[in-house]
């Protein structure tokens, strides 16, 4: 099989790494790194980005079933060898990707990798979706459904317990204001109750062909192995039996705010919960996007940040219980967000002085060097510690080669941060966190 093989200078780390691109469109990165613990994970590019209305929550509901058994390995056999020799195995869908990996010793002679690859390959490109296990359809709102339950009753418990929890509950609010209608990150990635309880079997093997196909593949090993040798078991094991994935699809715009909103929900909780949300730089633009990583830390990671300063610290009585900020990284933009939880019966009180913090640091108050040297030196540390780790490294390129489309965002982080200044960082936080183009959502307690 052709391939176009490149070597990448992994951060922190002495050996190359290799990114191996075949003519199917399948990825291998190989990252070196002593030890006797591997990582395997394999991401595909498709999420809840894929989704519409009439098939929300298949991506999260396909990763279930993915450790449902192929045409060599029985239901449960996947998970009951890699625990029985010491691997930890997951799965977790988000709205542009979904992954699955495998970490966990190599054993003699690098057996368990052997097998771990081999199954965890096999359960990527030969699930069969079994219908025994996913159960009939039925309605989730039935209280007299006593019919047999299987992974599909599992989802929707899921689901049941997802929307007793306030954050959910405010994280959907806001994304219902930030996009229109129609727009796959409008979505909740897990999907509703009814959907999940009536979606046949069809659907979702349809869904895993179109999308689980070479195309959409970046296989991620971190280990100690020799290139050749673990190239050769890579495309031993992963062989995809002639799947092709569909081609690329306009995916859908990138969001710019429009206008402030401010939305009220209810619920029967003791306290308040907020997240406020701005639409931020994409994700290919790598110095605006650290940017707001050092704005992040400065405004509210950590006790020495000034939400938390100002908020949770310095009052004698602070209505806040709790205040951080963040920000997540999407194909079509990113989001930087500001949330907490708070007592207060005046919720627009409340949220007034968290606007007031904000617009200190755009105006009169703008980041100083001081802080701004901080959040570098804490942005080195974490991201430093990413390479510790097998899977830190891993699910660092993962994210990059998915939301990214390249490994360009991961390499060049601490270049780009290096080279940052508190003058361009100020002026980022001024051109994404002005609060004319906020979307903020309060639940609020119902008495």
Known sequence: MKRECKSIKIPYLREPGQRITYENGYTLIFVPKHGDVFNISTWVKTGSIHEDDRINGISH??????FKGTERFKPGEFDRIMESMGAVINAATWKDFTFYYVTGPQ???GRNFDTALDMHADMMTCSTIPDEEIGPQYNPDDPDYAGEKRERSVVIEEIGMREDQPWTKVYNSLNRMMYPEGHPYRRDVIGTRQI????PRETIVDYYKKWYAPRNFTTI???DFKQDDLEAKVLEAFRFNGAKAAEPVNEGPAITANGQRYEEITGQ???SFFITGFHGPSPRDFLENIAMDIISYALGEGRSSRLVQELTEKPAVPVFNFVG???SSFKLGNVFFIQGNFSLNDPKAAMKQVEA??????T???ITEEEFQRAVKKLKVAFAETSETSSGIADAIGESMTVVNDLDYYLKYPDVLAGLDVETVNAVARKYLSLDKSYTTVLVPES
């Open 357 to 362: 913090e904000v617009e200190k640091m755009l």
């Open 61 to 66: 509901f396909l990763e279930h079933l993915m």
């Open 221 to 223: 090993v971190v280990g």
């Open 325 to 327: 900020t963040g920000q």
């Open 107 to 109: 054993g003699e002679d």
């Open 196 to 199: 999940i309880g009536h979606i």
């Open 269 to 271: 909780y003791a306290t």
């Open 364 to 366: 009169s108050q703008p």
